[in-house]
């Protein structure tokens, strides 16, 4: 599967507490909609509603095909807490010996 690196994103999302962030993460692999998740504790600063806030979210990493965006972002919406969860995508610049043929295994029609 040449190139098939190219075609795998990391898409990120904080949530407001571990548990929120597992009950993502788990659903969003359990649909195949990424291979994996990975979680941590991170200090966010954020502007919202005018105001400057600081809290503790947790960050949840998902490692997917650009295919699998649009889905994973409804899956995100319908479980997360927030108003307005912040979903970003980026490419994956570079994968080990094939990691990217099983990423799209697992992101693959089920």
């Known amino acids: 599967m040449g190139g098939a ?3 795998v994103v990391d898409v990120t999302v904080t ?6 962030a597992r009950e ?6 359990e649909a195949g ?5 990975k979680s941590w504790l991170v200090a966010s600063t954020y502007r ?12 949840v990493v998902f490692t997917t095909v650009p295919a699998r965006f649009a889905q994973l972002c409804e899956c995100i919406g319908a479980l997360h807490s927030y108003e307005l969860p ?10 080990g010996p094939g990691v990217a043929e099983w990423i ?3 992101t693959g029609p089920t």
């Open 5 to 7: 690196h190219n075609a």
């Open 15 to 20: 949530c407001g507490s571990a548990e929120e």
């Open 24 to 29: 993502i993460a788990r659903a969003v692999v």
């Open 33 to 37: 909609l990424a291979a994996c998740a």
């Open 48 to 59: 919202w509603k005018g105001a400057v806030e600081t809290d503790d979210e947790h960050l």
């Open 86 to 95: 912040a979903i970003t995508m980026v490419p994956v610049g570079a994968l």
């Open 104 to 106: 799209v295994e697992s």
